[in-house]
């Protein structure tokens, strides 16, 4: 019944820059455990960005200057602001939510940065 739906993703140059979202419904009443993930050929999935237990945000250090997460609890929306993107950035992105005991996943939105 909960549904995570992501969008935003795409093809973008080098430098560029992208923004995804990822709109929570069914029963939740908070997003607060919510982060984005991200899975390159042949590597691990890994986390990117998320909300710490006390409201704060962590990033990968990756990542770290370049991207940024938000939210707007109104809307159960999380957003991820991806500026100055590399080819290894190239992936495919996953917002993930904890909530009443269980894990979601979103369906996941390739990004991928190419000349």
């Known amino acids: 019944q909960v549904q995570l739906v992501e969008s935003g993703g795409g093809l973008v140059q080098p430098g560029g820059s992208l923004r995804l979202s990822c709109a929570a419904s069914?029963?939740?009443?908070?997003?607060?455990?919510m982060g984005w993930y991200r899975q390159a050929p042949g590597k691990q999935r890994e986390l990117v960005a998320g909300?710490?237990?006390?409201?704060?945000?962590n990033y990968a250090d990756s990542v770290k200057g370049r991207f940024t997460i938000s939210r707007d609890n109104a809307k159960k929306t999380v957003y991820l602001q991806m500026n100055s993107l590399k080819p290894e950035d190239t992936a495919i992105y996953y917002c993930r939510l904890s909530w009443g005991g269980y894990i979601y996943w979103g369906q996941g939105t390739q990004v991928t940065v190419s000349s």
């Open positions: 069914g029963s939740i009443f908070s997003i607060n455990a």
């Open positions: 909300f710490t237990n006390g409201g704060s945000t």
